[in-house]
C-alpha cells in the first residue's frame, strides 16, 4: 500500500456493557409524517380492491406500497383525487402506503386480508 492511499480510521464513540467513550454519532432518515387529512385509503381492512384517495393532488405524487419486509411491492403515478387499486393478488398482511410528493412524504398502513 502506497503511504498516499493510507487514511486513519478514528473510533469516534465506544460502548461495551458500562465501559463508554467518545461522542455518540447517530445516524438515520428523515421522519416521515403521519397521514392526516386528505390522506384515506378505504375499506382497510381490504379484501379485493382498495381506495386511495388524496384530496390535494400534487403535481408530481407517487405512491408506493411496501409489505412488512419492506420489499416495493406497487408503484404508480397518483394522477386524480381517487385511485383504485387491486390488491387482490397481495397476500395477507400488513403493508405500509406511501404517498410522495414535492411537499414531502405521508404515510398509513394498509392490512390485507
Not at 486513519?8 to 392526516?36: I, M, N, R
Amino acid at each position: 500500500m502506497q503511504t498516499s492511499e493510507w487514511r486513519q480510521k478514528e473510533l469516534v464513540y465506544f460502548k461495551k456493557g458500562t465501559e463508554e467513550w467518545g461522542e455518540p454519532l447517530y445516524v438515520g432518515t428523515e421522519e416521515l409524517s403521519d397521514a392526516g387529512e386528505g390522506f384515506e385509503i378505504f375499506p382497510n381492512p381490504a379484501f379485493d380492491f382498495s381506495r386511495i384517495s388524496v384530496s390535494n393532488i400534487f403535481a408530481k405524487a407517487e405512491l408506493k406500497i411496501y409489505n412488512s419486509l419492506g420489499q416495493l411491492v406497487y408503484k404508480d403515478a397518483i394522477i386524480s383525487e381517487n385511485t383504485i387499486i387491486n390488491v387482490s393478488g397481495f397476500e395477507s398482511g400488513i403493508y405500509i402506503v406511501l404517498v410522495e410528493t414535492e411537499e414531502g412524504i405521508l404515510k398509513e398502513k394498509l392490512i390485507i386480508r
